[in-house]
């Protein structure tokens, strides 16, 4: 067994509170969002989701009504919990989410709930009426350029500054995509434009641009709209507490909150781990991403686990993880919850309600087992002798199809049954899939006749359903 590692946890910037009191400034922000989950959480009934209902009474005014808040505030609040992961819906039943139920105990919880809203900023402020979905898509794709330059600036920033780094960085967005301009100038207008210009009209460009000229410029780019987009995006994200806007004697301003700023400095430090990926499976779904790690060295490969981490949401890349432990691939299923404990904590609820399925349930075990604080190496124990058998046929299964005939022998040593036919007979009984396939297997890499010849035995019972 190797020791697992892990990499020392950055240090946040200077100046930003404990964990502890982020958490706080969170939960104040969720209040009421929390509030109506867990109205809901206690209404339980296909009509407790305070946005449908039908009837004299809905659900959206009976839990005004219990909470004494407006139905614009309990649509707002709803559409929060929903975001944060305070609620799941299942058809038209409302049930609480796992982090509602940590709510109260688990900082990092509130934490993450808080970042799923941040991330959705752009759902919970409705962008302005009338504006093209893509100059939308264009200014969120945009806005963490913006908000990078609040955190470096660590203090007020005038609205017209990030209203043209705005401007540039979407222009930049349009040439990555290789978009032609409305009107393209002519060639001997371009061929001016790309020399160097007079003294005087270098210094008018380096000069601040008049706002008439502002203004001119920002139209002839096509970014007219910007001014009321970059409003819609700095009001989404007061709204969700990551940053303050205040007037002052020269003009509008924007500033990070404490929350704003972590969480600012959070998604840099998940793309500076993502980065560090050696083997270039950051782009992959889960399963490719295993498969490249199936050859690599446990350091190596958690690396990989990690950067692959860092550029998803936990929750898509648990989900997406454990739909490919499920599938037939019994190497992969073995990685799967190897990639689950780099995870940790966030997969938990997920991991155990897994429990459940015969073809998960050693793995869960084992990982809730790790996670609770049993060392690796006495984990086993959690298992029962059938499923330790189960796990055994599984692993001989992932080596018969990936690995070679030499582990398979090997692997037979590390049956917990002390002899060849007490670990054919309890095989038999636990009617893993795979079976068959394993003991022919088996046979076949086997050097000692009689042994094989009562494998393939025990295959052939098994495959034509005798004792």
């Not at 991330?119 to 913006?146: C, I, R, T």
């Not at 199936?294 to 993880?321: D, H, K």
């Amino acid at each position: 067994m190797t020791t697992r590692r892990t990499r020392p946890a950055p240090r946040p910037p200077e100046g930003t509170p404990p964990r502890a009191e982020l958490a706080r400034q969170a939960r104040q922000v969720l209040a009421d969002a929390v509030r109506i989950a867990r109205w809901a959480a206690v209404e339980r009934g296909a009509d407790a989701t305070p946005r449908t209902g039908s009837g004299p009474v809905t659900a959206q005014e009976r839990a005004a009504a219990a909470l004494d808040l407006t139905p614009g505030q309990i649509r707002a609040g709803w559409d929060r919990a929903r975001l944060a992961g305070l609620v799941e819906l299942h058809g038209d039943t409302a049930r609480p989410g796992w982090r509602l139920h940590a709510w109260d105990r688990d900082d990092s919880a509130v934490l993450r709930g808080w970042v799923a809203l941040f991330d959705a900023w752009s759902l919970v402020h409705p962008a302005p009426e009338g504006v093209e979905p893509s100059a939308v898509a264009e200014v969120v794709e945009a806005v963490p350029q913006v908000l990078s330059l609040l955190q470096l600036s660590q203090g007020p920033v005038l609205v017209p500054a990030l209203l043209d780094l705005l401007g540039q960085r979407v222009e930049e967005l349009r040439e990555e995509r290789c978009e032609v301009p409305a009107a393209d100038p002519a060639p001997e207008a371009a061929g001016a434009l790309a020399a160097d210009p007079a003294p005087e009209a270098a210094g008018a460009l380096a000069a601040d641009p008049a706002p008439e000229a502002a203004g001119a410029l920002a139209a002839d780019h096509g970014t007219e709209g910007l001014p009321a987009l970059l409003d819609w995006a700095l009001e989404g994200l007061a709204a969700v507490g990551a940053l303050t806007l205040d007037a002052g004697a020269e003009g509008r301003h924007a500033t990070l909150t404490p929350l704003g700023n972590w969480a600012v400095w959070v998604k840099l430090e998940q793309i500076c781990v993502a980065a560090q990926s050696p083997a270039g499976n950051i782009e992959q779904s889960a399963g490719d991403m295993l498969r490249g790690c199936a050859r690599l060295t446990p350091g190596p490969a958690r690396a990989e686990y990690r950067a692959w981490l860092a550029a998803r949401t936990l929750s898509s890349a648990v989900s997406e993880l454990l739909t490919v432990a499920r599938g037939e691939d019994a190497l992969l299923r073995g990685l799967a919850f190897e990639a689950l404990r780099v995870v940790g904590a966030p997969a938990e609820a997920e991991v155990r309600a897994t429990v459940a399925e015969p073809s998960l349930r050693p793995y869960a075990l084992l990982w809730l087992a790790e996670y609770e604080g049993a060392d690796p190496d006495d984990a086993q124990e959690v298992l029962t002798r059938e499923e330790s058998t189960w796990l055994w046929v599984d692993t001989a299964a992932a080596v018969a199809d990936h690995g070679e005939s030499e582990l398979l022998v090997r692997h037979l040593d590390s049956a917990v049954q002390g002899t060849v036919p007490a670990l054919l007979d309890e095989i038999r009984a636990v009617g893993h899939p795979r079976t068959v396939q394993v003991l022919v297997a088996l046979a076949a890499a086997h050097p000692d006749p009689a042994l094989a010849k009562a494998v393939r035995r025990a295959a052939f019972q098994v495959h034509t359903g005798g004792a």
